[in-house]
């Protein structure tokens, strides 16, 4: 991209002086960022207020590893006859910049906007974007807890990805087809990276109410069975969703997806025909399945409400005993994990407490705080999570329900100052098949 054509999206920039007299028109930028450990040679690099009040070198540095100039605000200090373009807000100058870098990518996407209801827009998100792509409509998607565009996959959250980052993601989506993008965030903390875009439809989740398009027939821990109300005559449909969360969040999304996809050409019906190939929402109840005779769910519950949300849930799948696998959190106050423990006592049969992220916290000063200083036969304390997970899975009979809380969406645990590689899904998977359950499951 010549610097030229750089210049004409950044109103008001002021230049500095180019090496050896180059004029701005034959001057190439080979990339954009606010990422002083990105920044490689012939890039721009954005000096955002608050990194060079942390880093005030940042400028410096950037220009040693080869940026070709430096866009900051007008009273940064630069050494001198150093390439810059000064502007009034860099974080606007950077949306700018990354869009027009890459294209602007979002003018070939229809981007949706999943907001609203903290516990619900994480199950309508991911079930818009499955939906849309089971009918074949190309369909990204950008979350608090990761994302999947254009074939890329990632744990860095919406609120994480800079301007930059984000529109190589866009960029990466139309090179993989075009289609959608569905993007779920926090309205009262709207994302830095999404200033700009146009969103084609906004999904405003409210809290659960009650069912309005469907109903659920029947909740089991090999998926549901829900009626379609929205069509004339209803419809019965079987589901791999799991618990009445995950049909509510369907119900909630159910008007706009089919809004989305009438738009694409596709029929409600179409719509209604994806329904037993979805896949269950990542971190709500997440089947563990080896054809054993008890439920084994991962869920990523990690405060009294959700995890509250995910026992009753799995309170209805059980004929039999509910056990939960949970600990405290090392960075939660003690007033929030007393919460986390009274929910689990209350809604579980059996709480086996063990480590979450324990950082450098004693265990039992971390028990402490989510079940206070005296157990009972309903509790058992692993500070191994691994062999907590495997005394909980031992334990279950047939009909009961194992639902192991808590790290759903974050495979990794942090032990001090160490962060090893920890999934939950993969430690049930070896426990059940140790049990001689190998299969998948029906």
Same mark, same amino acid.
């Given at each position: 991209?010549?610097?030229?054509?750089?210049?004409? #999206?950044?109103?008001?920039?002021?230049?500095?002086?180019?090496?050896?007299?180059?004029?701005? !028109?034959?001057?190439?930028?080979?990339?954009?960022?606010?990422?002083?450990?990105?920044?490689?040679?012939?890039?721009? #690099?954005?000096? %955002?207020?608050?990194?060079?009040?942390?880093?005030? =070198?940042?400028?410096?540095?950037?220009?040693?590893?080869?940026?070709?100039?430096?866009?900051?605000?007008?009273?940064?200090?630069?050494?001198?006859?150093?390439?810059?373009?000064?502007?009034?807000?860099?974080?606007?100058?950077?949306?700018?910049?990354?869009?027009?870098?890459?294209?602007?990518?979002?003018?070939?996407?229809?981007?949706?906007?999943?907001?609203?209801?903290?516990? @619900?827009?994480?199950?309508?998100? =991911?079930?818009?974007?499955?939906?849309?792509?089971?009918?074949?409509?190309?369909?990204?998607?950008?979350?608090?807890?990761?994302?999947?565009?254009?074939?890329?996959?990632?744990?860095?959250?919406?609120?994480?990805?800079?301007?930059?980052?984000?529109?190589?993601?866009?960029?990466?989506?139309?090179?993989? @087809?075009?289609?959608?993008?569905?993007?779920?965030?926090?309205?009262?903390?709207?994302?830095?990276?999404?200033?700009?875009?146009?969103?084609?439809?906004?999904?405003?989740?409210?809290?659960?109410?009650?069912?309005?398009?469907?109903?659920?027939?029947?909740?089991?821990?090999?998926?549901?069975?829900?009626?379609?109300?929205?069509?004339?005559?209803?419809?019965?449909?079987?589901?791999?969703?799991?618990?009445?969360?995950?049909? %509510?969040?369907?119900?909630?999304? +159910?008007?706009?997806?089919?809004?989305?996809?009438?738009?694409?050409?596709?029929?409600? !019906?179409?719509?209604?025909?994806?329904?037993?190939?979805?896949?269950?929402?990542?971190? +709500?109840?997440?089947?563990?399945?080896?054809?054993?005779?008890?439920?084994?769910?991962?869920?990523?519950?990690?405060?009294?409400?959700?995890?509250?949300?995910?026992?009753?849930?799995?309170?209805?799948?059980?004929?039999?005993?509910?056990?939960?696998?949970?600990?405290?959190?090392?960075?939660?106050?003690?007033?929030?994990?007393?919460?986390?423990?009274?929910?689990?006592?209350?809604?579980?049969?059996?709480?086996?407490?063990?480590?979450?992220?324990? =950082?450098?916290?004693?265990?039992?000063?971390?028990?402490?705080?989510?079940?206070?200083?005296?157990?009972?036969?309903?509790?058992?304390?692993?500070?191994?999570? !691994?062999?907590?997970?495997?005394?909980?899975?031992?334990?279950?009979?047939?009909?009961?329900?194992?639902?192991? !809380?808590?790290?759903?969406?974050?495979?990794?645990?942090?032990?001090? =100052?160490?962060?090893?590689?920890?999934?939950?899904?993969?430690?049930?998977?070896?426990?059940?098949?140790?049990?001689?359950?190998?299969?998948?499951?029906?």
């Amino acid at each position: 991209m010549k610097l030229s054509t750089l210049i004409q #999206y950044l109103p008001g920039a002021r230049t500095r002086m180019f090496p050896r007299g180059r004029a701005a !028109a034959t001057h190439d930028v080979c990339g954009v960022t606010p990422n002083l450990r990105e920044v490689r040679p012939g890039m721009a #690099y954005f000096a %955002l207020p608050e990194d060079s009040e942390a880093n005030p =070198h940042a400028a410096h540095t950037a220009y040693q590893r080869g940026a070709s100039l430096v866009v900051c605000g007008p009273d940064l200090a630069l050494p001198a006859r150093a390439p810059a373009i000064r502007v009034a807000d860099p974080h606007a100058a950077l949306a700018t910049a990354a869009a027009a870098f890459r294209e602007f990518p979002a003018n070939r996407l229809r981007l949706l906007a999943v907001t609203g209801d903290e516990a @619900g827009r994480r199950g309508v998100a =991911h079930i818009v974007a499955n939906i849309l792509g089971l009918l074949g409509i190309p369909t990204g998607l950008l979350t608090q807890n990761g994302f999947n565009v254009g074939g890329r996959h990632g744990s860095t959250g919406l609120n994480q990805l800079d301007a930059a980052e984000l529109q190589a993601l866009l960029r990466q989506q139309v090179n993989a @087809g075009g289609g959608c993008v569905v993007t779920e965030f926090d309205s009262a903390e709207f994302p830095e990276g999404l200033n700009g875009l146009q969103f084609a439809r906004q999904i405003i989740v409210s809290p659960p109410a009650i069912f309005r398009h469907t109903c659920p027939l029947l909740l089991n821990p090999r998926g549901s069975r829900t009626e379609i109300r929205a069509f004339s005559p209803a419809k019965a449909a079987t589901t791999p969703l799991i618990g009445r969360r995950s049909l %509510l969040a369907l119900d909630r999304s +159910w008007e706009d997806v089919v809004a989305v996809a009438e738009s694409f050409g596709h029929t409600s !019906a179409a719509v209604g025909n994806t329904l037993p190939v979805l896949s269950p929402v990542p971190g +709500w109840l997440e089947p563990v399945q080896c054809g054993q005779p008890f439920g084994v769910f991962v869920d990523g519950a990690t405060n009294a409400v959700a995890l509250t949300a995910a026992l009753r849930d799995a309170r209805e799948l059980t004929r039999g005993r509910l056990h939960v696998v949970c600990g405290a959190r090392a960075t939660a106050s003690d007033t929030d994990n007393a919460a986390l423990g009274n929910a689990a006592l209350a809604l579980a049969d059996h709480v086996h407490v063990t480590s979450d992220n324990p =950082h450098r916290r004693p265990f039992q000063e971390l028990v402490v705080a989510l079940i206070g200083s005296e157990t009972s036969p309903q509790t058992t304390l692993q500070s191994d999570r !691994a062999a907590a997970i495997r005394g909980a899975i031992r334990s279950a009979r047939a009909g009961d329900v194992v639902v192991i !809380a808590g790290k759903a969406d974050a495979p990794v645990q942090e032990l001090g =100052h160490v962060i090893i590689p920890f999934d939950d899904r993969v430690v049930a998977t070896q426990v059940l098949n140790s049990r001689g359950y190998v299969g998948g499951g029906e």
